[in-house]
């Protein structure tokens, strides 16, 4: 699996980490899947005491003008598989695939594992 963490803390802001794919860019080498359903899944552990703080996956798409966004908030402290999917607007010109993590402190971790991007015509 992979374990994310902060490694340091700027005074006065709020810890965040924001990690993602962006078709065509940011290492996925594929077409923006406009009018088609993106489904990004991930298996993830949180710690207990960041359930329900905003920490989440996403697909996120960008007309040019407005971002638009659904989102799955993490809701387990073990294991388990997460899902969100977006049907993308025809005119999008950005489409990304994000996971955000916001820590309370150093120490805490986010796990995440099997990590999976589907495109179809259908919602899955």
């Not at 359903?37 to 007309?63: E, G």
């Not at 916001?102 to 990590?115: E, S």
């Amino acid at each position: 699996y992979i374990s994310v963490q902060c490694t340091r803390e700027k005074a006065g802001k709020e810890p965040h980490i924001l990690l993602g794919y962006e078709f065509n860019r940011l290492g996925l080498d594929q077409p923006l899947p406009t009018g088609k359903y993106v489904t990004f899944i991930i298996d993830a552990a949180v710690p207990a005491h960041l359930l329900n703080r905003r920490n989440s996956i996403q697909v996120i798409d960008y007309d040019g003008e407005n971002w638009q966004r659904d989102l799955v908030e993490f809701s387990s402290a073990r294991f388990r598989s997460y899902k969100v999917t977006r049907k993308i607007r025809p005119n999008a010109k950005r489409v990304i695939m994000a996971i955000r993590f916001m820590p309370k402190h150093k120490r805490d971790t986010l796990k995440i594992m099997n990590a999976r991007i589907l495109i179809s015509d259908e919602p899955i």
